[in-house]
């Protein structure tokens, strides 16, 4: 959706999930120095001005843990650190500042004003050492099948749709099932969020479609606030999740770790979290 910019929740709750995993999935992923394809499929604009007044939901998710850096568990600390004070890096910053030469960076985004920004803000991770960066005007999901598998059959794909057109709820599951068939070893990180007011009437259902769209090493993981899940508000988001294909082993012990401190951190009282984990 051309009208939806992601600067305005920028750093919010739902980044901190998303992101801090993207980053324990990269580490992971890392150790191995054979090449790794990593494509971001919504990038947005790369960097996010925290100064900006349009956005202010980002003191109730990464300013929160910035308070309280120093008594982060790992998982969490690694993601803070790439944030700098006044700057917050989208997920495709973080992909390329987890990559080196020999790997390969594409990120696709539409809007015009988010892809400009976007190849602005990939210019400081170009050079001799530094992975190959493409970044595309073009629909992530239709680009997903010219990419996969990747030669060195090693990959992650990252999905954060706004999930703001019906047709979303249809075109990402089947994306997903053709990219796991194309390449069922890959890692494939999906972020969807959790409404009061689903706009469309199999929402609810929607994450437990994400789950099953293939068998095999999977998890889901979601955060919430308990009191907003009832509140009925038209704004409608109370917390988002994960679906997680072939996540790292390590992954499942990371978040049974953090969930219950990162929840109550960003949620308080009325915080919510779930972890689920199928081999």
């Known amino acids: 959706?051309?009208?939806?910019?992601?600067?305005?929740h920028a750093g919010n709750e739902a980044d901190v999930l998303k992101h801090s995993?993207?980053?324990?999935?990269?580490n992971y992923l890392k150790q191995k120095e054979k090449p790794l394809l990593c494509v971001d499929t919504h990038a947005g604009a790369g960097f996010y001005d925290l100064s900006n007044p349009i956005n202010t939901e980002w003191k109730k998710g990464i300013g929160k843990l910035r308070d309280v850096a120093a008594s982060l568990p790992p998982m969490l600390l690694d993601y803070v650190k790439l944030s700098e004070?006044?700057?917050y890096p989208g997920s495709s910053v973080i992909m390329a500042a987890k990559l080196s030469?020999?790997?390969?960076?594409?990120?696709?985004?539409?809007h015009p004003g988010e892809f400009s920004a976007l190849k602005n803000s990939m210019e400081e991770f170009r050079g001799d050492k530094k992975?190959?960066?493409?970044v595309r005007r073009e629909s992530g999901l239709g680009g997903l099948k010219s990419l996969l598998p990747p030669p060195s059959r090693r990959g992650l794909i990252f999905i954060d749709p706004s999930w703001e057109e019906k047709s979303e709820y249809e075109s990402v599951p089947r994306s997903v099932?053709?990219?796991?068939?194309?390449?069922p070893e890959g890692t494939f990180i999906i972020w969807y969020p959790l409404l009061t007011l689903p706009k469309v009437k199999n929402a609810a259902s929607q994450r437990d479609l994400l789950f099953g769209l293939s068998n095999g090493k999977r998890c889901r993981v979601e955060l919430y606030d308990t009191a907003a899940?009832?509140?009925?508000?038209?704004?409608?988001?109370y917390g988002s999740g994960l679906v997680i294909y072939n996540p790292p082993w390590t992954l499942f012990s990371?978040?049974?770790?953090?969930?219950?401190?990162?929840?109550?951190?960003?949620?308080?009282?009325?915080?919510g979290w779930r972890l689920d984990w199928e081999e």
């Open 1 to 8: 959706m051309l009208s939806y910019l992601h600067g305005y």
């Open 21 to 26: 995993t993207l980053v324990f999935c990269l």
């Open 85 to 87: 004070e006044g700057r």
């Open 101 to 110: 030469r020999g790997d390969r960076l594409v990120c696709y985004e539409l």
């Open 131 to 134: 992975p190959v960066i493409e």
């Open 177 to 183: 099932r053709e990219g796991l068939k194309r390449f």
């Open 229 to 237: 899940s009832h509140s009925g508000s038209p704004r409608g988001m």
């Open 254 to 271: 990371s978040l049974e770790e953090v969930l219950p401190g990162l929840a109550l951190s960003l949620f308080n009282d009325e915080r």
